[in-house]
């Protein structure tokens, strides 16, 4: 055999393994989802095809409107308001503290958890006769004791500091390897060019954490549209449809409503909605990234 | 030179200050993952006063769990879900990584494109599909099924790890491995594999907590009592027993604990992970 040939040939044999895995349960998944979503489907009998009414039913679907915009409601916080708490993290934990170590193992250490159990955890901690509620009694707050996950008012607000205590860690950790990696001349030049503290923040490590920042918005983004164990353990949704998302309304279609197609349409359109989000943001954020 | 120390000891007082705080901050963060094991060990009344602190140690809640449900079991079959899925990942990502960044032929580079692209499907696009899927391959309640669909979800990662960390390998060492006449298969797991191996304990240790961890996967499709995993055997517990709190926290402790333990002795390799990818990729 050629030897050219030959390469090919066991290149292909080392690719095969991960790529039958990949067509199988990646490929062809989405594939065959494309087609479910035009029909009608209790998984039990044959699908029928019914063309774009899914599509069409999901746009007037009031529960399902409502779920994208708290999944866009989560979405914009994570971005706006834990972001930058994450950047402001990431450059303390950057200073050459004693506890830099401690810090930084602390910060992080929600993320190890599973989100059952964060949610589980925070179900007690602020259910009407909880934790939180006996500490705002012992501040002689007793005025904003409120059952937090069961009132409409204050359920998301809850969920999207809980996510906020989870997640912002995370972020400041990639922020941090960002602000590790900047070379060290890089700083010093900018000193002699007179740039000092904010100036030299804005002009100079801001720029240059760039990359960073699109990783994490973009991280945090996906993170925030995928939102399921939270809702899904500590309120189901509720109350009424304050804290439903789109992961979980998509997984309410299929599993307890059992109308496989509907929900599938609706994971299609979800698919879409994040590729549109998530290219915007890239392409944004992209452009404002400098060399040095 | 006055007005500069004394605006440098001002910068000192300053991150003191600075330090202080964040540390008081760290332990407000690390109070809900206290409070996993501090109830854990709380007697059943001591929840009415959910601020004090307990007054002893007790195993009550821990010996309650091991008596109704099978907490060994749970633990198993998350072991065995975990440890088979690295085991795969890791061969075949580590194969197709290797080849993909050795061999310039276009079929491999479209290869990779397609995996990558894989990365942008979100699990709630295909989980009806699989459902069927997995209904026709006789794999529902099956944990060889959650080991395939948490393979195909970290391959692009992980070729992605792989295709970065060979480029660091010398070309040399397979040219003079080939001239000794090793063929491929020995020479990639005589040389390469080992050669690998930093960028395969990356692999384990950013991974191996989103499978110990996941919810949804065992959720759908075990859902059969001796398949639970420690995550969907924690939910099942609470659905049956809601107020039986320090239960649930001993099996919470026990999901959780094992995670922290891991990610204060691998720590640096996983912030290396987390990173590899994010900003020189």
């Known amino acids: 055999m050629h030897p050219t040939r030959k390469r090919l040939v066991y290149g292909v044999t080392f690719t095969l393994p991960a790529l039958i895995i990949f067509l199988l349960f990646t490929f062809y998944p989405f594939v065959s989802s494309l087609y479910y979503s035009f029909t009608q489907w209790d998984i039990i009998n044959k699908p029928k095809f019914i063309g774009l009414d899914n599509y069409r039913n999901l746009l007037e679907d009031r529960l399902f409107i409502r779920s994208a915009l708290n999944t866009v409601t989560i979405a914009l916080f994570v971005v706006i308001v834990q972001n930058p708490l994450s950047l402001l993290l990431g450059l303390v934990l950057n200073k050459p503290f004693k ?55 204050s359920a998301l607000t809850s969920i999207i500091l809980i996510q906020l205590w989870y997640g912002t860690g995370y972020g400041a950790v990639i922020y941090l390897a960002g602000l590790q990696s900047i070379p060290q001349e890089v700083y010093e030049s900018a000193q002699l060019d007179g740039a000092q503290g904010w100036k030299k923040f804005r002009f100079v490590t801001f720029p240059l954490l760039m990359p960073s920042f699109t990783i994490c918005t973009f991280l945090g983004m996906v993170g925030a549209l995928k939102f399921f164990e939270m809702p899904y353990i500590m309120t189901n949704g509720g109350p009424g449809d304050a804290t439903s998302t789109l992961a979980l309304v998509i997984y309410n279609y299929a599993f307890k409503n059992n109308t496989f197609g509907y929900a599938t349409a609706a994971g299609i359109l979800f698919m879409i909605a994040i590729s549109v989000v998530t290219a915007l943001q890239l392409k944004l954020t992209r452009s404002k990234e400098v060399e040095y | 030179m006055r007005s500069s120390s004394v605006s440098s000891l001002r910068d000192k ?43 002893r140690i007790y195993w009550g809640n821990f010996e309650n769990v091991f008596a109704k449900v099978q907490v060994g079991r749970a633990l198993l079959n998350t072991l065995l879900i975990c440890g088979g899925t690295l085991a795969l990942l890791i061969i075949v990502a580590s ?6 960044s050795r061999n310039k032929h276009k079929l491999f580079q479209f290869l990779f494109v397609l995996f990558l692209a894989g990365m942008i499907i979100p699990f709630q696009t295909s989980m009806v599909p699989i459902y069927k899927l997995a209904q026709s391959l006789h794999l529902m309640n099956t944990r060889t099924l ?127 992970g987390l990173t590899a990818g994010a900003i020189k990729g």
């Open chain 1, 99 to 153: 506890s830099s170590y401690f810090l930084r193992t602390a910060f992080y250490l929600p993320l190890v958890v599973s989100l059952v159990v964060v949610s589980v955890t925070w179900s007690n901690l602020l259910q009407y006769d909880g934790v939180f509620n006996e500490l705002l009694l012992r501040l002689g707050a007793e005025k904003y004791i409120q059952d937090w996950l069961g009132t409409t008012s």
């Open chain 2, 13 to 55: 007082i300053f991150d003191r200050m600075l330090e202080a705080f964040m540390v008081v901050l760290s332990l407000l963060v690390l109070y809900p993952c206290y409070y996993i094991f501090e109830a854990s060990i709380k007697l059943p009344k001591e929840f009415y006063e959910p601020l004090k602190f307990p007054s």
């Open chain 2, 95 to 100: 194969m197709a990584g290797y080849t993909i």
């Open chain 2, 146 to 272: 959650l080991i395939l669909l948490y393979t195909a979800g970290t391959i692009p990662f992980a070729t992605m790890i792989y295709v970065g960390f060979t480029k660091g390998i010398p070309r040399e060492l397979e040219e003079a491995a080939s001239i000794d006449g090793y063929g491929p298969l020995r020479m990639y797991w005589l040389i390469i594999f080992p050669l690998l191996l930093p960028a395969t304990g990356t692999l384990i240790v950013t991974t191996v907590f989103g499978f110990w961890n996941d919810f949804i996967g065992p959720l759908l499709y075990l859902t059969d009592k001796s398949k639970l995993t420690l995550i969907t055997q924690i939910f099942q517990f609470k659905a049956e027993r809601s107020s039986d709190w320090g239960g649930i926290f001993a099996l919470c402790s026990l999901a959780t604990l094992p995670l922290i333990l891991l990610f204060v002795i691998t720590q640096k390799y996983m912030i290396k």
